[in-house]
């Protein structure tokens, strides 16, 4: 049973930082490419950012390149993502997804594209 738990949601204010985690069970971790996706109130479910199945390739939505930043770790099954200079526009439920994939790439960025999802962590960012 495929497993992904998010962690590290919560308050920051304008201009701080949070990190979160993924931690995935029940797969073959690096088999697949992950990924980050948000939801705020009464929006649809969006693109953050994906990483590779080794790491070495990552994908940003615009609106976050150059303040957040994906990581991953495959001995341990767990995938970060580093948020920096927080916005209130920032406010969403995070998710963790996983795709399974033949290639080392990060290129996928829709709902559909995902196989497996997270819970979802709170984040709540105060002007």
């Known amino acids: 049973q495929v497993q992904l738990v998010e962690s590290g949601g919560g308050l920051a204010q304008t201009g701080g930082s949070l990190r979160l985690s993924c931690a995935a069970s029940g797969l073959t971790f690096s088999d697949y490419v992950m990924g980050w996706f948000r939801q705020a109130p009464g929006k649809e479910r969006e693109f953050v950012v994906a990483?590779?199945?080794?790491?070495?390739?990552?994908y940003y939505t615009d609106s976050v390149k150059g303040r957040f930043t994906i990581s991953r770790d495959n001995a341990k099954n767990t995938v970060f993502l580093q948020m920096n200079s927080l916005k209130p526009e920032d406010t969403a439920v995070y998710y963790c997804?996983?795709?399974?994939?033949?290639?080392?790439?990060?290129?996928?960025?829709?709902?559909?594209?995902?196989?497996?999802w997270g819970q979802g962590t709170h984040v709540t960012v105060s002007s």
């Open positions: 990483i590779s199945r080794s790491g070495s390739y990552t």
């Open positions: 997804a996983a795709e399974r994939s033949p290639w080392n790439v990060a290129i996928r960025s829709t709902v559909a594209d995902y196989d497996y």
